[in-house]
């Protein structure tokens, strides 16, 4: 292992037991050191996704299960500063991001190969919550295959998710309705999307700016599959990121990672090279400091924000 020098203690968010955001409590725990194809990171930044307070909450233990205590993030930017086993792409001192093993921490520990370089001109905030949004957009759009001079309908396209969603297949040459609230609508064109005010009446609304028909949808919001069926006339080319029942129970297609369709470093590369262009957003709704943890969390809950949340130590 080749390293710079670094703490053997650092603060770390903790988790004891399954419950409400007061379970997010900050100690002070081991430096772990990377093992074969692991480096070790100081974490900048942290990205807050919905899966973290519902793992946090029990509400997924039956499929995403984990050993109490534990600390909680998924995705991380920072600095390496030491490399395990076989890691040769990554020395101390790179400026990376991607997925890691508990992010809401000083220093956490990634996969090698899953890490991407972090563009200079990227800040830590963006770059650490880009991964699973790029991964997750990426994802969404192999499924429904949209293709240029398609109509994509998208549910919640000014979330992390969705925002990256529109600006994919906006690239891709695809037609893109997105709903959200009345403030983030110029933030809709701003992407390339025409904006449709969600809520009761949201699908006549799609069919007044959208009287050709609409051929794929996400619905990255919840609640919108069923009215997406009947506006599709079926439950094909429709995916859901929120929820399994609703999903289920409308005959469409939940996807919530891990299911091997689209590799994580692509996606951050598709997204880089929006950056490389001049082009890409990626607001960033929050930032707080990891002893508030609960702040984010309970802010992640509410659900409806533009951009990511981000920890930061």
């Not at 081991?30 to 074969?36: A, M, Q």
């Amino acid at each position: 292992m080749s390293s710079s020098s670094f703490p053997t203690v650092g603060r770390a968010v903790v988790v004891s037991s399954y419950g409400g955001a007061e379970e997010l409590r900050l100690a002070e725990v081991p430096v772990p050191s990377p093992g074969p194809g692991q480096v070790l990171l100081r974490v900048r930044a942290a990205g807050v996704n919905p899966v973290d307070w519902k793992i946090r909450a029990g509400l997924l233990k039956e499929f995403l299960p984990v050993d109490l205590p534990y600390t909680p993030g998924g995705e991380a930017a920072g600095e390496v500063v030491a490399v395990g086993e076989g890691v040769s792409a990554w020395a101390a001192g790179d400026e990376v991001l991607g997925p890691v093993a508990g992010g809401y921490a000083e220093y956490a520990l990634a996969d090698a190969a899953q890490l991407s370089a972090k563009p200079a001109g990227l800040s830590w905030e963006a770059a650490s919550g880009l991964y699973t949004s790029a991964e997750t957009a990426n994802r969404v759009l192999d499924l429904l295959k949209v293709g240029a001079g398609e109509t994509l309908l998208v549910h919640g396209a000014a979330g992390g998710v969705g925002g990256l969603v529109v600006q994919f297949a906006v690239a891709s040459g695809a037609r893109v309705v997105g709903t959200a609230g009345a403030a983030n609508h110029d933030y809709l064109r701003e992407l390339g999307a025409v904006p449709v005010l969600y809520g009761e009446g949201v699908f006549d609304r799609v069919r007044e700016v959208a009287p050709q028909g609409v051929d794929a949808v996400l619905d990255a919001a919840g609640g919108a599959l069923a009215g997406s069926v009947g506006l599709l006339g079926g439950p094909e080319r429709i995916v859901g990121i929120v929820s399994v029942p609703e999903a289920v129970e409308t005959g469409t297609r939940f996807t919530g990672g891990g299911e091997g369709e689209s590799h994580g470093v692509q996606a951050v590369a598709r997204a880089l090279a929006l950056h490389a262009a001049g082009t890409l957003a990626l607001p960033v709704r929050a930032v707080l400091p990891l002893a508030d943890a609960a702040g984010a969390h309970r802010l992640s809950e509410e659900g409806h924000g533009r951009g990511k949340i981000v920890l930061v130590p």
